[in-house]
């Protein structure tokens, strides 16, 4: 996996030489759109190599990695806030998600929203690319997910670039500690949808007051 990484890394840092800041902004706003598709571990670090090297500045590089960043969290709350509410409602007994779990959803981000979002954005991986989701499922009022999207989202992206600038060359090591980090949550991320499943199967689910 981590040899994968690396090559990753290789392409992600050639593209973005050869496109400049432009390609800054897609890539970022595409890590966002595309949930899991562009891991912000591999190209967040690799604009930072690009600016040990020389080829960008720091400054610029975090405003548009921000920008790209909001407008792509942005794109995906509207898409699940326009349409993902009626498809789930007509087909989401198919993944044990029903009605009730959607209004548990609702009420759960009318109370803690905007700590949900903005704690969200600190997590790496999936439970950070995945904010937006029941963000736009219940309809989070569009100021609040705007400011707590642009305010959670600057650590990790300050930090994942320093990473890139401080790893240089010796980037793969640092990508092997994301690696271990990202399994770690995942794994806790099926442990509750096995806990999920099985309050489904039993007949108790788990959003019952």
Sequence with gaps: MLDLLSLLVERAVGTLGDFGYPGVFILSFLDRLTVFLIPAEIVLPAFGVLISKGAFLFWPVFVWVTIGNFLGNLALYFIFLKGGRSFLEKYGRYVLISKHELNHLDRWFLKHGDK????????????????????GLSKMNLSKFSFYTFAGSLPLNFLYLVVGIKAGNNLNKILGYFEKINYFIVGVLVVFVIIYVYNHIKGRHLTHE
């Design 116 to 135: 949900i979002v903005f704690v969200g954005y600190l997590i790496p991986a999936a439970v950070r690319s995945l904010i937006p989701i029941p963000a």
